[in-house]
């Protein structure tokens, strides 16, 4: 199962793009890159997942990389509701639908 | 809001006792899975299981077991209880190929004394 490895905090301020990037060097040609948020005594919640190039949703965007070994979660415009641990993780749905996650972004919007 | 709920939300355990979690999914999600999360870290897969058998184990010792049942319902039992089995305890379920489409419960907060 490939690893990830994130940045363990982040700062920001109101109304800021923010983006998070995930390393995973050794994902797999099979694996899809998902990304969770988390706020406290909550289980996560998915926010988005994509497997090359590009993917937005109404929360979020997911930039993929042609080589795959990153990703970058961006939030834009971020609110003190954003505050929250963010996980990415890879995985390969035909080979395990667990889920492993990392320690997380802690991310930290001030006003 | 969540399709998934897990009872109890808070409970409060001596070393060495038994507990049961329960976890009820979102009907037709025949995939349910249960994490540990301790304070500051990420969760930890605890085990998997698709239409009521086992099929994936994190690494957890045996005393760590579950049930699911026919209803979408599932169980954790942990046996023989340790201090450091203090987490918060989450349950997640998922539909047939929706690999992304995992949906988490709040969790039960299980303290061990």
């Known amino acids: 199962?490939?690893?990830?490895?994130?940045?363990?905090?982040?700062?920001?301020?109101?109304?800021?793009?923010?983006?998070?990037?995930?390393?995973?060097?050794?994902?797999?040609?099979?694996?899809?890159?998902?990304w969770y948020q988390q706020f406290p005594s909550q289980g996560p919640r998915f926010i988005i997942q994509g497997y090359k190039t590009?993917?937005?949703?109404?929360?979020?965007?997911?930039?993929?990389?042609?080589?795959r070994k990153s990703s970058t979660l961006s939030l834009p415009r971020v609110s003190l509701s954003d505050t929250a641990v963010y996980y990415c993780l890879v995985g390969d749905q035909d080979n395990t639908d667990k889920l492993i996650f990392g320690t997380g972004t802690r991310l930290q919007v001030f006003p | 809001?969540?399709?998934?709920?897990?009872?109890?939300?808070?409970?409060?355990?001596?070393?060495?006792?038994?507990?049961?979690?329960?976890?009820?999914?979102?009907?037709?999600?025949?995939?349910?899975?249960?994490?540990?999360?301790?304070?500051?870290?990420?969760?930890?897969?605890?085990?998997?299981?698709?239409?009521?058998?086992?099929?994936?184990?994190?690494?957890?010792?045996?005393?760590?077991?579950?049930l699911q049942f026919p209803n979408y319902s599932s169980e954790l039992n942990v046996n023989a209880l340790e201090l450091d089995d203090s987490a918060l305890y989450l349950c997640a379920s998922s539909g047939d190929g929706e690999f992304y489409g995992y949906t988490f419960g709040s969790g039960t907060r299980l303290t061990v004394v």
């Open chain 1, 1 to 34: 199962l490939a690893k990830t490895t994130q940045p363990i905090s982040m700062d920001s301020y109101e109304g800021q793009e923010v983006n998070i990037t995930c390393s995973h060097n050794n994902i797999a040609t099979n694996d899809y890159i998902t």
């Open chain 1, 54 to 67: 590009k993917v937005t949703n109404e929360v979020a965007s997911l930039f993929i990389p042609a080589d």
């Open chain 2, 1 to 66: 809001e969540t399709g998934v709920t897990q009872s109890p939300t808070h409970l409060i355990k001596t070393r060495g006792q038994q507990v049961t979690l329960r976890c009820s999914s979102q009907s037709g999600h025949n995939t349910v899975s249960w994490y540990q999360q301790a304070l500051g870290q990420g969760p930890q897969f605890i085990f998997q299981y698709y239409r009521e058998e086992e099929n994936g184990r994190g690494n957890f010792p045996p005393r760590f077991s579950g």
